[in-house]
């Protein structure tokens, strides 16, 4: 089991940047593969980027590649993503995800726990 609290959500313009904090706690952080989607009103959930239980692969949405930085230190159980260059749709509910598999995927049905999610709105 894994409890995963995240945090850094908020209202910027677009072209700002934010930095989404999501820390672990229970079991080690270090067995698990983490996932960072996001849901925005009347849309189901979707990947947004992906990184090996290491930190040494990583894999993100066309629609935010270049954009946003996914990154975890195992040192503090956490994972972050870091998005700069925002735009308005990227509004939505940010969630962190953790998976046990060692072949990451990108379904959120492939992920077992779940955070309670941080809202990010951007204003155009």
């Known amino acids: 089991q894994v409890q995963l609290v995240e945090s850094g959500g908020g209202l910027v313009q677009a072209g700002g940047s934010l930095r989404l904090s999501c820390a672990a706690s229970?079991?080690?952080?270090?067995?698990?593969?983490m996932g960072w989607f996001r849901q925005a009103p009347g849309k189901e959930r979707e990947f947004v980027a992906i990184?090996?239980?290491?930190?040494?692969?990583?894999s993100y949405a066309d629609s935010v590649k270049d954009r946003f930085t996914i990154s975890r230190d195992n040192t503090q159980n956490t994972v972050y993503l870091q998005m700069n260059s925002l735009k308005p749709e990227d509004t939505a509910v940010y969630y962190c995800?953790?998976?046990?598999?060692?072949?990451?995927?990108?379904?959120?049905?492939?992920?077992?726990?779940w955070g309670q999610g941080t809202q990010v709105t951007v204003s155009s």
């Open positions: 229970g079991r080690t952080f270090s067995s698990y593969g």
């Open positions: 995800a953790a998976t046990g598999s060692y072949a990451l995927k990108i379904e959120p049905r492939t992920y077992e726990y």
């Open positions: 990184i090996t239980r290491g930190g040494g692969t990583t």
